[in-house]
Every structure is written in structure tokens, then in C-alpha cells.
């Protein structure tokens, strides 16, 4: 099979390329910096800056996950922006060439995120719930989605994987969160009590490969574990797997202050719930946190 993945070079991207050339597909990646893609991707994976390089080779499944990295620094104007180019105004181009395109893929696996509901408070939620609050990060994750649908007008089979917090070994949200928690110093978020769908990179690259073979399967799908936790839980599984206390709690009032309305997302959650993979028939390698956590810090690397 021959894929296009945008955002190959990110942790997820990687990852799946990893997967994919084991089982003997054609990669190519678009990025920034193409020169860079086989040495991040794999040897026999190539890369190209502008969609119009990929050529008339066929093409049969593309993976958009291109996205600059959404709570690495507070949300300024000019980053909001950035967010906003990086995601919707890529994916445009995207659909753009496709529209030009003789030949065309079967299937558009795009990326977007829990954060699509907005802070969902208590409840649960499933791919058929609207989003609950209209803040920046749901803004986002609605304009992306809406702008990979247009591929369906082409005959594409189009798929939104709606990630939750990714745990991996090399990388993602947990990488920052170790050096706080190895030094004793890390505890819950505010109150603590906001619900975090988490996602072992292990299974979430199995769904995504699950989603691209299935040929039903179309719109919005949760991408997280049946069993998401509340903040405070996941500190005190994090300090039980390092051997170290997690009651250092950081106060709301001065995430708000030194982060501003990117605190939102880190205070407010989503209870998300897989109910369309499941119901699908997929099957989660790694549904307790504890056991996922532990897979991924054995003690040589805690």
C-alpha cells in the first residue's frame, strides 16, 4: 500500500511508520525539512515538502497529522495562529491537491483531538455528543475536522481519530512531566478532579492501523483508553510507578497566571470514551493506567 503521511516526524507519525514499513507498505512523509525524514522515519521512507513532489505514483491511504505542538507555550495571538495554519490551512492545501489529483486514495485518516468537546466536565462522552464548551482548543479541532470532510465529496472514505493524552516512552506529555515527579515534586493539577483520556502509543497505533484497514469505518472515533482517570489519579499512579510522592499539587490561580487561557486546557477534561472502536471490534492492549505506566518505566528506565 502506498502512504502519504503529513506530521511523520512527530511522536505518533514515527511510530506508525515504524509499524508500516515492517509490514511492507511505500512511505513517504511531507515535511518542513524532507532531508531529515529518513534518518527520523526509516531509511526507505521518503520525504518531500509540497504535496505537487509526491508525483502521479498511486496512492492509497493518506494520514494527516501534521500540527504544531498545541500546549508548549502559552496562546498568544501570533501562536494561535500558528495552531491554526499548521492545522486547517495545511489541510486545505491538502484537499486541494487531491481535488486536482487524477488518481485518488481510498481513505483520509486525519488527526484531531478529545479537545474537540471542549471542557466536558462529568460527562461522558462519546463520539455522538456535541461539543460541550467553545473554547479555543474545541475551535480548532471543529474547523480541522470540517476541512478533511471535504474529501468526502471526492469519494474518500474519511476517518477522524480524536486522540487523547498519548503515554510513550521517548516523547509526548509524560516526557515532561518525569523530571518534576522524579525529584518528589510532582502532584494534580488545580483541583485535580478534571478527567484525563490517555492512550498508550502502542494501542494508538494499532487503532489507527485498525481504522485504515476497516473499510466501513468513517467519521469521528475516540482514540483513548476505556478507562480514562481523573487528574489526581494519574499523579498518584505516576508517583506509585516512580517510587516517588505526588502531592505537590499546582495551584489553578498560578497555572492561569503563568499560562493563561492555555491553562483551560490543562485544568478542564474530557471524560471520553471509545464506544465507536469498540463497538467496531477493537480490542485495547493496555486499559489499566498502572499496567501502562509500568510497561512504559520499567525500573531500568525509572
Not at 505518533?12 to 514499513?21: F, M, N, P, V
Not at 513532489?53 to 508548549?72: R, S
Not at 477522524?160 to 515527579?181: E, I, S, W, Y
Not at 498518584?236 to 492561569?256: C, E, H, K, N, Q
Amino acid at each position: 500500500m502506498h502512504i502519504l503521511l503529513t506530521g511523520g516526524t512527530g511522536l505518533i507519525g514515527r511510530a506508525l511508520c515504524q509499524r508500516w514499513l515492517s509490514d511492507g507498505h511505500q512511505l513517504t512523509v511531507l515535511s518542513r525539512r524532507p532531508s531529515a525524514v529518513a534518518s527520523l522515519c526509516g531509511r526507505a521512507v521518503r520525504g518531500i515538502e509540497q504535496f505537487s513532489e509526491y508525483g502521479d505514483e498511486p496512492l492509497d491511504a493518506i494520514v494527516n497529522l501534521a500540527g504544531e505542538p498545541i500546549a508548549d507555550r502559552p496562546w498568544s495571538n501570533k501562536r494561535k495562529a500558528q495552531l491554526w495554519g499548521s492545522r486547517i490551512t495545511l489541510t486545505e492545501q491538502l484537499v486541494e491537491w487531491l481535488e486536482r489529483r487524477d488518481q485518488l486514495p481510498r481513505v483520509l485518516l486525519s488527526g484531531s483531538a478529545v479537545g474537540w468537546y471542549g471542557d466536558g466536565g462529568e460527562r461522558e462522552l462519546t463520539e455522538e455528543v456535541p461539543p460541550v464548551t467553545d473554547d479555543f482548543a474545541s475551535q480548532l479541532c471543529v474547523a480541522w475536522e470540517e476541512t478533511a470532510q471535504r474529501a468526502e465529496a471526492l469519494g474518500i472514505r474519511v476517518v477522524l481519530v480524536r486522540t487523547g493524552l498519548v503515554l510513550a516512552r521517548d516523547g509526548g506529555f509524560l516526557k515532561r512531566l518525569l523530571p518534576p515527579f522524579r525529584l518528589g515534586l510532582g502532584g494534580p493539577l488545580g483541583n485535580g478532579r478534571q478527567w484525563m483520556p490517555w492512550v498508550h502509543l502502542e494501542d494508538q497505533i494499532a487503532l489507527m492501523d485498525f481504522l485504515l484497514r476497516q473499510e466501513d469505518a468513517r467519521g469521528p472515533y475516540n482514540a483513548c483508553s476505556p478507562q480514562p482517570v481523573r487528574n489526581r489519579d494519574f499523579a498518584r499512579s505516576l508517583g506509585r510507578t516512580l517510587g516517588r510522592p505526588a502531592v505537590m499539587p499546582a495551584p489553578a490561580f498560578v497555572l492561569r497566571l503563568l499560562l493563561g487561557e492555555l491553562a483551560g486546557l490543562l485544568l478542564g477534561g474530557q471524560r471520553a470514551v471509545p464506544s465507536r472502536l469498540r463497538a467496531a471490534g477493537f480490542t485495547f492492549a493496555f486499559t489499566d493506567l498502572d499496567t501502562a505506566l509500568g510497561d512504559l518505566l520499567k525500573p531500568k528506565d525509572v
